[in-house]
């Protein structure tokens, strides 16, 4: 099961899902604002990539953060910020048995999902 971790309104969740249900592929989402993440999940998605793809540096959310929560960052504190901050994973991150991706990016989505 291919499963779309996001928020409804993001630009970038919303051309994913417009190219999944463009190609026929069935997905179930996950709405991090609603649903929140679980430590398990975060914890896996770093088994597979950097934490640092994960950790969404850009959004509104990380530039509220005080200054002691954006200093020195590991893995252990990303997930701890991400978890009590959903809105800091980048979105969307796709899972589809052990793969994982992060953003969109046409060419990996084909590769990956078709």
């Given at each position: ?6 928020i ?71 997930i ?35």
């Amino acid at each position: 099961m291919t499963t779309v971790y996001g928020i409804k309104n993001c630009d970038t969740v919303k051309k994913a899902l417009n190219w999944l249900d463009e190609n026929n592929i069935t997905y179930q989402f996950h709405d991090l604002r609603k649903d929140g993440i679980t430590k398990a999940d975060l914890q896996e998605w770093t088994k597979q990539l950097d934490w640092e793809v994960l950790l969404n540096k850009r959004s509104t959310t990380w530039r509220q953060l005080s200054d002691k929560d954006k200093t020195d960052i590991n893995a252990n504190k990303a997930i701890s910020l991400m978890l009590a901050n959903p809105t800091l994973i980048k979105r969307p991150v796709i899972t589809k048995g052990k793969t994982t991706l992060v953003g969109f990016k046409e060419a990996d989505y084909n590769k990956a999902l078709n």
